[in-house]
Nanobody, 125 residues
Framework: VQLQASGGGLVQAGGFLRLSCSAS????????VAWFRRCPGKEREFVAA????????YYADGVKGRFTISRDDAENTVYLQMNSLKPEDTARYFC???????????????????WGQGTQVTVSS
């Protein structure tokens, strides 16, 4: 599986963006998917995850109520809707997918074996 992230850009505080992550060379339907980000000067951190289709989602505390992760398994695509953006959301955002059927901590980077190249999100104040 290869992942291609898109949708990043420059937005003012309070604005919104929708990130997309398209998969090729395989299917996402049996895999946990997630978004992580790397803020300037920081380690890559968890943002949001979905274990598999079924509606269960997980979010980092700082994005709860503002970000929404979703997936369209028919389109092999994962989305991250980001609303009420803040300057501290400025980061490079990465999508990731785990091996099919693999269980584990969906908020841990170690679960995911395939990563996209990332897309830059910059929020101005």
């Amino acid at each position: 599986v290869q992942l291609q992230a898109s949708g990043g850009g420059l937005v003012q505080a309070g604005g919104f963006l929708r990130l997309s992550c398209s998969a090729s060379g395989g299917t996402l339907s049996s895999s946990a998917v997630a978004w992580f980000r790397r803020c300037p000067g920081k380690e890559r951190e968890f943002v949001a995850a979905m274990p598999t289709s079924g509606g269960i989602t997980y979010y980092a505390d700082g994005v709860k109520g503002r970000f929404t992760i979703s997936r369209d398994d028919a389109e092999n695509t994962v989305y991250l809707q980001m609303n009420s953006l803040k300057p501290e959301d400025t980061a490079r955002y990465f999508c990731a997918v785990a091996r099919p059927g693999q269980l584990g901590n969906v908020m841990s980077r170690q679960l995911y074996n395939v990563w996209g190249q990332g897309t830059q999100v910059t929020v101005s104040s």
